[in-house]
Structure formats: C-alpha cells, structure tokens
C-alpha cells in the first residue's frame, strides 16, 4: 500500500515534470476522473467515448492524444478542451492516461 502510493507518487512527479506541478496534477486527475470520465468511463473503459486504456492507447503516441484532447474530434461528441487546458496539462493527460490511471 505504502508503496504503491510512494510509487504513485514518484510517478506523478515525473509526469508533472515542470511546469506542471503535483497540485495541477491532482486537479487534472480529478478533471481525468469527472469531466472524461463522464464519456470515457470512470475507469476509462470506454461509454459514449472509446475506452481510453493504456492497451487502447497503445501506438498513439502522446503527442497526438494531447492534440485530441486540445481540439476534440470533430463531428463527434468528443469536445474540445482547449479553453480548459494548456497544452503542457493535455500532454500530462495524455501521458497519464498511456500509463494507466488505475495503477
Ligand atoms: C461528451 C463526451 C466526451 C467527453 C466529456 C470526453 N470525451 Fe474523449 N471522446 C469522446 C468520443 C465520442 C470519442 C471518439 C471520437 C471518435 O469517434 O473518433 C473520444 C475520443 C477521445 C480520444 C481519442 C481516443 C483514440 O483512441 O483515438 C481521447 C484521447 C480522448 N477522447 C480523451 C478525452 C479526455 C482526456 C477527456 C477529458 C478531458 C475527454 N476525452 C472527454 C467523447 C468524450
């Protein structure tokens, strides 16, 4: 348990590497949880949303997920989350959601 937290916590560290900090990092994971998770699935298995997994997102790359998540899919519900998120919090996003946000 301690571990794992300890583990979490180093991870969210890394992810949050500067500018973001461990506060954004819990704000954009409440955002992950709540505001995606409305579509994507609380666990991010997917909904009205495509599932949002780590084996899901495996072979995109982070970068175009964050443009995804910037921008949004047209034509689709996806929405875009620009006015919301700076690029630098869209790429923390995406890397966070490639590693898994349950472990
Ligand atoms: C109103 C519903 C809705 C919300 C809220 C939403 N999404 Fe989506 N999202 C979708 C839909 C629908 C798609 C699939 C679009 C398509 O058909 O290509 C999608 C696609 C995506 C994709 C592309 C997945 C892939 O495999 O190509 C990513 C990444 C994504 N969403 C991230 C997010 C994130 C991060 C949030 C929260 C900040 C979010 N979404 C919130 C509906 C939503």
Known sequence: M???AAA???LAFVL????AMAQD???LEHMVKQDCGSCHGLTMKGGLGLPLTPEALEGKPAEVLAEIILDGVPGT????W???LTEDEALWMANY???GMTK
């Open 25 to 27: 990092a819990k704000r």
């Open 82 to 84: 620009r006015p919301l």
């Open 77 to 80: 519900a996806m929405p875009r």
């Open 2 to 4: 301690l571990k794992t």
């Open 8 to 10: 979490l916590l180093s």
């Open 16 to 19: 949050a590497a500067p500018p």
């Open 97 to 99: 959601l490639k590693r």
